[in-house]
């Protein structure tokens, strides 16, 4: 290359290290996957498995990392989802899906899924009033994006509703389950905010908490969560039926904790401390298929490495030095998470 520019990149991507296969290699080569992008998730959720039996079944019988974050960036919800699908950094002061969202990403998630055979596809049960998923995620390779319209999900005004996750899993697991391989992109958004004023899914579960002296916002919270993790139960069901459970691998995360919450009204359900700029941050990671011998990890990890995990674990053809992240499993993985201030 001439281009000063390119040969900068060139030069950079060309000096990375290449991670070397592992004793985790290709486990789960030839199964199916669905990845589910948590709306506000946090810890909050594994801390009450009381009232979110679903997820904590996944947590406590699959792979959990019991130090991940999902770090907050300018629109961290469009670009963390960005990020787990390209293991790439975006920009912290913009909304750096958007803005890039003509580009190809030739090593996304998508991308790596079909040139494997797998029939890939992409939901969210919301509208691109946000983030242009209907071209941002063709552009990464999925076959096909459906968002709430295409899903015919009715939608309420902007933020009172936001409609359940539940109808979303109902409505997105006939596209695919019919499918001989599939690689599945879930987007939810039951549990976004505002939790201070009331709605249907916010006071759909109120009751569920009466005995707890929470702030009614946080009741709120919770119960937008108890939606999300009903959904995760929907979704197993299904999966059950249609006798896809054992040959499917479910990876959870979250974009974002709740930063709908006042801090001092999220301190009062968190059971972790969440004063800092950092604790507050911490997400539920888990890897999920019944064959897996459950084992919680402690290694320091965020959205960044979720790519080439996965890619490793299915044993796909890509290059670790065009990643951001790092294989989580393997001896070279350096367990650290990096914030958006440095």
């Known amino acids: 290359e001439t281009d000063k520019d390119y040969q ?12 070397f296969k592992n004793d985790y290699t290709d486990i789960f080569e030839g199964k199916n996957l669905i990845v589910i992008m948590m709306e506000s998730g946090s810890n909050v ?14 947590y406590n019988e699959g792979w959990s ?11 961290s919800t469009g670009n963390n989802e960005m990020t787990g699908l390209t293991s790439l950094y975006t920009i912290n ?20 899924f079909n040139n494997q055979g797998y029939y890939t596809s992409s939901y969210h049960d919301y509208t691109d009033h ?3 998923r209907h071209t941002i995620h063709p552009n990464m390779g999925s076959q096909k994006f459906y968002g709430a319209n295409d899903l015919n999900i009715t939608l309420g005004d902007t933020y009172q509703p936001w409609p359940s996750d539940v109808e979303f899993i109902e409505k997105s697991t006939p596209n695919y389950l019919n499918k001989n391989k599939y690689m599945t992109w879930l987007t939810t958004v039951s549990s976004h905010m505002t939790y201070a004023k009331s709605s249907v899914t916010g006071d759909m579960y109120l009751d569920l908490f009466n005995n707890e002296s929470w702030d009614t916002s946080a009741k709120r919270y919770m119960s937008k969560l108890k939606i999300l993790d009903n959904a995760v139960g929907e979704l197993l069901n299904e999966l059950t039926a249609a006798g896809k459970l054992d040959d499917t691998v479910i990876a959870l995360y979250a974009d974002h904790y709740p930063y709908g919450l006042a801090t001092s009204v999220f301190s009062q359900i968190a ?32 959205y960044i490495n979720i790519l080439p995990t996965i890619a490793n674990l299915f044993n796909l053809n890509y290059d670790p030095r065009l990643y951001g992240g790092i294989d989580l499993l393997s001896s070279e993985y350096p367990n650290v998470v990096s914030f958006a201030d440095g």
Request: glycine share 2%.
């Open 8 to 19: 900068t990149l060139n030069s950079y991507f060309i000096s990375k290290d290449i991670t």
């Open 45 to 58: 959720i594994t801390d009450y498995p009381e009232y979110f039996p679903n997820i904590n079944k996944l």
């Open 65 to 75: 990392w019991t130090n991940s974050f999902s770090p907050r960036n300018a629109c």
């Open 93 to 112: 002061r913009n909304c750096t899906a958007n803005i890039y969202k003509d580009n190809t990403y030739y090593e996304a998630m998508f991308n790596l």
């Open 130 to 132: 946000f983030y242009y």
């Open 271 to 302: 059971k972790y401390d969440v004063s800092s700029n950092g604790d507050i941050d911490r997400t539920p990671f888990i890897i999920y298929n019944p064959e897996l011998t459950p084992t919680k990890y402690n290694e320091y990890t965020s």
